[in-house]
């Protein structure tokens, strides 16, 4: 098993910053793609993007692109979440996954955290 605990959430007025962390402990063996999700109130889990713990370019959904950034410490087996010029719309739970071998469109997540909440304000 793979355990997964992300942190860095709070609370913020829009136009600011926030960075979440993703910390992998147990068997990581194997387990390559890790990603950042979000579901908002009454609305499903969507994609933020996802990197290859050995990669150096992050995939990331349209709507995230040029305000968020991924990126990792693979020595600390970290994955990290930039998150600048936040607007409330970004309102959500935050989750990081991991699961495979590589990253590719319709990888299985099979570890998850418990998630992390990011709340933004006018």
């Known amino acids: 098993q793979v355990q997964l605990v992300e942190s860095g959430g709070g609370s913020v007025q829009a136009g600011g910053s926030l960075r979440l962390s993703c910390v992998a402990s147990?068997?990581?063996?194997?387990?390559?793609?890790m990603g950042w999700f979000r579901q908002a109130p009454g609305k499903s889990r969507e994609v933020v993007g996802r990197?290859?713990?050995?990669?150096?370019?992050?995939y990331y959904a349209d709507s995230m692109k040029g305000r968020f950034t991924i990126s990792r410490d693979n020595t600390k087996n970290t994955l990290y979440l930039q998150m600048n010029s936040l607007i409330p719309e970004d309102t959500a739970m935050y989750y990081c996954?991991?699961?495979?071998?590589?990253?590719?469109?319709?990888?299985?997540?099979?570890?998850w955290g418990q998630g992390t909440q990011v709340t933004v304000s006018t």
């Open positions: 996954a991991a699961g495979g071998r590589f990253c590719y469109p319709g990888v299985e997540y099979k570890y």
């Open positions: 147990g068997y990581t063996s194997g387990v390559n793609c």
């Open positions: 990197m290859e713990i050995g990669g150096v370019v992050p």
